[in-house]
């Protein structure tokens, strides 16, 4: 089966992508067909970060390509015109965002958990030795007074 796809290039933390034409058996970054456009997430303002050749995309598609999910995205976003693509780096910063936001809701209510089941943990502990030290005081005398009796 023949999809469209993106691989991957750049260096580390500064991805690049070149939308390929591949076989789907083969690797991500490997082996492909044809390359038919390019998206550079990371481009600065002003600077070409996404340029795709839509009739080439049409005669695949014609010919049973499959879009893959990224891919469609951006294909819709390029109809779009420019405007489409800063929409969707906005929107794709605000869901990182949100997204970092619940991760650190989630880790400050179980750290607030931990604490409350550690408190609950240590307040009984403190209780029950209290009530037990009294029996063993009241205990204890008694026997030892026959053994004091005994000693005389």
Same mark, same amino acid.
């Given at each position: 089966?023949?999809?469209?796809?993106?691989? $991957?290039?750049?260096?580390? &933390?500064?991805?690049?992508?070149?939308?390929?034409?591949?076989?789907?058996?083969?690797?991500?970054?490997?082996?492909?067909?044809?390359?038919?456009?390019?998206?550079?997430?990371?481009? $600065?303002?002003?600077?070409?970060? !996404?340029? !795709?050749?839509?009739?080439? /995309?049409?005669?695949?598609?014609?010919?049973?390509?499959?879009?893959?999910?990224?891919?469609?995205? /951006?294909?819709? !976003?390029?109809? &779009?015109?420019?405007?489409?693509?800063? +929409?969707?780096? &906005? &929107?794709?910063?605000?869901?990182? !965002?949100?997204?970092?936001?619940?991760?650190?809701?989630?880790?400050?209510? %179980?750290?607030?958990?931990?604490?409350?089941?550690?408190?609950?943990? +240590?307040?009984?502990?403190?209780?029950?030795? %209290?009530?037990?030290?009294?029996?063993?005081?009241?205990?204890?005398?008694?026997?030892?007074?026959?053994?004091?009796?005994?000693? %005389?």
């Amino acid at each position: 089966m023949v999809v469209i796809r993106l691989s $991957r290039g750049g260096s580390k &933390k500064r991805p690049y992508f070149n939308v390929v034409v591949a076989e789907s058996s083969k690797k991500r970054d490997g082996r492909f067909i044809e390359r038919v456009g390019f998206y550079n997430p990371s481009a $600065r303002e002003g600077s070409e970060a !996404l340029r !795709l050749e839509s009739e080439r /995309i049409k005669y695949w598609q014609s010919n049973g390509a499959q879009l893959s999910e990224t891919v469609n995205r /951006i294909v819709k !976003l390029n109809a &779009k015109g420019p405007d489409g693509l800063v +929409a969707m780096k &906005k &929107k794709d910063e605000a869901k990182a !965002l949100a997204r970092k936001n619940k991760k650190a809701a989630d880790k400050a209510t %179980k750290v607030e958990e931990a604490l409350s089941s550690e408190e609950e943990a +240590a307040a009984p502990k403190e209780e029950a030795p %209290k009530e037990e030290a009294p029996k063993e005081e009241a205990a204890a005398p008694k026997e030892e007074a026959p053994k004091e009796a005994d000693d %005389k």
